[in-house]
């Protein structure tokens, strides 16, 4: 069993920065493509940002492309989501997500149902 736990969200103004982490607990942190999904109120949660397992490959939603950037360390068990350029659009809960696999793509990970494991959420909060 995975744990998931998200760290670093708060409250910014409009075009500030903020980075999320997400460490991993009791698996193999190596073997799970990690993604980062975001729900704002009344949307459904679609993913923000994925990395596959080594790092290579990684995916973007549209709307986040060339402001946010996605990252791992291995060696420290860790996912990284570095937001900058923020917009009050992107005020929602992010939640980080592991999906078991080696694949060499990271686009897989847009689908939940490839997802095996979820933390718990943290709130981002964009002020206008």
């Known amino acids: 069993q995975v744990q998931l736990v998200e760290s670093g969200g708060g409250v910014v103004q409009a075009g500030g920065s903020l980075s999320l982490s997400c460490v991993a607990s009791?698996?193999?942190?190596?073997?799970?493509?990690m993604g980062w999904f975001r729900q704002a109120p009344a949307k459904e949660r679609e993913l923000v940002a994925g990395?596959?397992?080594?790092?290579?490959?990684?995916t973007y939603a549209d709307s986040v492309k060339g402001r946010f950037a996605v990252s791992r360390d291995n060696a420290k068990n860790t996912a990284y989501l570095e937001m900058s350029s923020l917009e009050p659009e992107d005020t929602a809960v992010y939640y980080c997500?592991?999906?078991?696999?080696?694949?060499?793509?990271?686009?897989?990970?847009?689908?939940?149902?490839?997802?095996?494991?979820w933390g718990q959420g943290t709130q981002v909060t964009v002020s206008a």
């Open positions: 009791g698996g193999t942190f190596s073997r799970y493509g």
């Open positions: 997500a592991a999906s078991l696999g080696y694949s060499s793509r990271s686009d897989y990970l847009r689908l939940e149902a490839n997802i095996n494991y």
């Open positions: 990395i596959n397992w080594n790092g290579r490959s990684t």
